[in-house]
């Protein structure tokens, strides 16, 4: 049997596991991140924890054929260099992989973390059989991730799949990254709570109070109050699932994927915004790539990260 390992990294903590070749976690565990540690200290303590979890699994070391590892940030996956590294900004520049690499003597490959959710559903969840696939995920903002021909699509300078940044409103909201009208200022966790709250502020009634968390209004909250038949709630869900729609349409029109993904915090609404999304989707798109293509939810859960990042080096050493 040949094993895996998965390195999900983030700013604070890091998420560390061991897959088998059907994709089934065998160990996990989990770090602290010290951002403010040097970038080869940092290095050192990512091998630190991963090395213990190896040991822990008792796996024989000849069994495990190499290491995967997500991140945010902006990286060059061919060189394994994280150059923009989100909120560890020592870490700018260094050379990962060959860092852990040389530690731990396994192949590393690295990648953004978006990208290896995408790989983890299409090896092993909701993608799992296919050729061509998107994944999205709706969060805080929103990404993607581009599988085609049964390999994951990067483009010329690796920065494929920034699907929350396809504007879908020449005039629209302006957005950080220097656009305007990017469907995440829309349909991440910002845009629909902004669009609530427009209603809200106006005088529509909605009973979402009983779900408040520290009385804030969330996407979860919205979501639960609308399955609670709170008109407001849904009605809000249902404009988040038709935006989505319309841009799925064009992407279902320039790729003609199988499957179409949506995993994040923002898609435990289910068809409260898939469903939407699907009639708009079907009626914008042509109909022959339309009728072949299905939308349905990322089926990884929390484990995402860690079995995405693992499938990083599944797809490496395939």
Do not use: W
Not at 208 to 227: H, R
């Amino acid at each position: 049997m040949k094993y895996y390992v998965g390195i999900d990294f983030g700013g604070t903590s890091m998420k560390i596991g061991i897959i088998n070749e059907e994709g089934s976690i065998i160990i996990k565990n989990s770090c602290v991140t010290d951002p403010n540690k040097s970038g080869d200290d940092i290095i050192k303590h990512i091998a630190e924890c991963t090395q213990k979890v190896i040991n822990n699994s008792k796996l024989p070391q000849k069994d495990i054929m190499g290491i995967g590892i997500g991140t945010p940030g902006l990286l060059n996956p061919e060189t394994g260099v994280l150059k923009v590294a989100v909120n560890i900004p020592n870490l700018n520049g260094i050379h990962v992989t060959k860092g852990i690499s040389d530690i731990l003597g396994k192949p590393t490959f690295l990648d953004n973390d978006v990208n290896t959710m995408s790989l983890g559903e299409f090896y092993y969840g909701a993608g799992k059989g296919l050729k061509h696939v998107i994944a999205l995920t709706l969060g805080t903002g929103v990404g993607g991730g581009i599988i085609l021909n049964g390999e994951l699509y990067r483009g010329a300078s690796f920065t494929a799949g920034e699907l929350g940044h396809v504007s879908i409103s020449r005039d629209g909201k302006s957005c950080p990254c220097g656009n305007n009208g990017c469907l995440e200022r829309y349909i991440g966790r910002d845009g629909i709570i902004e669009r609530f709250m427009v209603s809200k502020n106006k005088g529509v009634e909605t009973s979402i109070d009983k779900y408040l968390e520290d009385g804030e209004v969330t996407p979860k909250a919205i979501a639960m109050a609308a399955g609670d038949g709170d008109v407001l709630s849904i009605r809000v869900l249902e404009e988040t699932g038709k935006i989505l729609g319309s841009v799925l349409a064009t992407l279902v029109n320039a790729l003609n994927p199988q499957a179409i993904i949506i995993g994040g915090g923002v898609s435990n609404a289910g068809e409260l915004i898939l469903g939407p999304a699907r009639i708009e989707m079907m009626k914008l798109a042509y109909s022959i790539p339309a009728n072949d293509v299905k939308l349905v939810r990322a089926e990884l859960g929390n484990d995402a990260g860690l079995v995405g990042s693992a499938s990083l080096a599944v797809a490496n050493l395939k």
